[in-house]
């Protein structure tokens, strides 16, 4: 059977709880875990994030992301985009991207992937979220209820 | 210039990927270490002046949050410490069942470190994405295992990051039969992969680097010493928490931010090897025996020894968890009453990087006066300086700058410190004159 499984990323720092506002957007949109769809908020899984793309055949992953863009930005991430990681590794930076990329070496990619970074500003422990954050959540949400419906 | 007359800088201005904030110098002058210095410059983060004022009660879920791997150990490390000062009793249930929370940290520690961390050095490998490339199924297992340490901390702890299930007199909450049940399969399923995990980290080639250390960890009269047990070092010490201070000191390093200690003036080892060496001999006969086949032979005085002996500990700590789940009953209660008192309260534990000692001064009201946390990095620290220095001599001043980076990260990593907890990647500047 054709399972999506949604997964929101985040943790309680601020603008990092971008993830996790999409998740509550979805669920306030009527997304809701059933049969078919899955939906769970994850706090930091590091490499755990590879159990929870088992056995989907759709993973639609959302994080928070601090680059260049503005705050509030939603990207899109195709896998050719995922940056070289060439370096060590550490328990406590293992990160979504690396998640991944240890995923695809080992075969674990689910058939489709959808990755989704919404730009944030400041994550301080205990913040809350900040406007822009908080609309690009409801935004993102609208974007993945209409791609569910393709 | 002869190699005698080579000099050679080495300088990590910043340890990459560390929790934490690092760096290693090292300076090779006329064939002989000028200077080698792990430096941690890490600022102070204050924990213990943190929990100054705040009411027993909070302790366990404060002390949760100094590490993101290991926070069981802080958790019941303290809840310990506390319960013994206000003489509280919590039952064999929750005896139990704290040593099953813990044997899911160390199950999912050590898998991380094992897979992600340490074993790319030994295939070559960069990371843990390379050596998957190499052995997709060793690095399956390995994850599995981690997340079934995961899942077993879930359980006791509602969460397995900074759980929350602790409390001073027992546990919040009880799991019930279903969820047991669930997870008692699961870790009879994983035995037969944690036997393998030791058979294969047994095959895997280290460098011969025998040195004499020092061996520091808890030992309890019966069991493997996890979260009970005396004080105990290799030369023959066996003490009390409570007398931790009358044979261990901690003294600040200019290069460091973090304590440095010492056992009786010298640097000595805690962690998964000196606990294999200390207590081998608790070790079930079933593990003793797949040892013999390996050809592990304890006590063992080379740290590149630490990846097996973590393969180890999992497969103990899997079969402790069956063993202590087996005829598992729901308790009348997870925690019984406490009354605080004053006093002060010490206790220790061996987290999965190793002997883990805290002390608490509490006034009459159950609050913290002050309170004190030496964790196994600080401990190491002086034996990971003295390691290097040792272990570069053994491997050659004259190797190529690449071979004596790498050479210098491996040793690190044997240790898994925790800058905040850990170092785990060097990315060294080498400068040659």
Known sequence: ???????????????????????????????????????????????????????????????????????GEIQRFDQKDWPGYSHGLSSHGFGVLAALMLARELGSLPPRLDLYGIEIGAALPGADTGHEVQAAAQRLAAMIVSSLEE | ??????????????????????????????????????RIFEPPRFFEKFLEGHHYSEIPDMVARICGICPVAYQVTAAQALEQLFDVDIGPWARGMRRVFYCGEWIQSHSLHIHLLAAPDFFGCG????????????????????????????????????????????FHAAPS???????????????????????????????????AFISVALRHPADYAIETGAIAASDGLLIEADAYDAHFAEQHETHSTALFSTYHQ??????????????????????????????????SRNLFHSLLARAVEILLALQEALRLLDG??????????????????????????????????????????????????????????????????????????????????????????????????????????
């Open chain 2, 328 to 433: 598992y009953t729901l308790p009348d209660s997870p925690w019984v009453p406490v009354t605080p008192r004053a006093g002060v309260a010490t206790g220790c534990t061996e987290a999965p990087r190793g002997l883990l000692w805290h002390r608490y001064e509490m006034d009459g009201e159950g609050r913290v006066v002050n309170a004190r946390i030496v964790p196994p990095t600080s401990q190491n620290q002086g034996r990971i300086e003295e390691d290097l220095r040792l272990s570069l001599l053994n491997f050659g001043l004259d190797q190529p700058d690449d071979a004596l980076r790498l050479h210098c990260e491996k040793v690190i990593r044997n240790y898994d410190p925790c800058i905040s907890c850990a170092t785990h990647f060097l990315r060294m500047n080498v400068e040659r004159t």
């Open chain 2, 127 to 170: 990371s843990a994405i390379e050596l998957a490339r190499l052995a997709p199924d060793e690095v399956r297992r390995g994850l599995r295992l981690q997340a079934l340490g995961n899942e077993l901390m879930d359980l006791f702890g509602a969460r397995s990051v900074h759980p929350v299930g602790v409390r001073i007199g027992g």
């Open chain 2, 177 to 211: 039969l279903p969820q047991i049940r669930a997870i008692r399969d699961k870790l009879r399923a994983a035995l037969p992969e944690a036997e393998a995990l030791v058979r294969w980290a047994g095959s895997i080639p280290i460098p011969p680097d025998e040195q």
């Open chain 2, 266 to 299: 010298r640097p000595y080892l805690v962690g998964p090897l000196a606990r294999l060496n200390l207590n081998h001999d608790r070790l079930p006969a079933g593990i003793q025996a797949l040892l013999a086949e390996t050809g592990f032979s304890l006590p």
């Open chain 2, 1 to 38: 210039m002869t190699e005698k007359q080579r000099s050679v800088a080495i300088h990590v201005p910043v340890l990459a990927r560390v929790e934490g904030e690092g760096a290693l110098d090292l300076r090779i002058e006329n064939g002989d270490i000028s200077q080698l210095r792990l």
């Open chain 1, 1 to 71: 059977m054709s399972t999506v499984r949604i997964l929101g990323i985040g943790s309680p720092s601020g603008d990092d709880q971008a993830g996790w506002l999409t998740v509550d957007a979805l669920l306030a949109d009527g997304v809701h875990t059933d049969g078919k769809i899955f939906i769970e908020k994850l706090d930091r899984p590091g490499a755990n994030l590879i159990h929870h793309l088992d056995g989907a055949s759709r993973v639609i992953l959302i994080d928070a992301t601090q680059g260049n863009g503005r705050i």
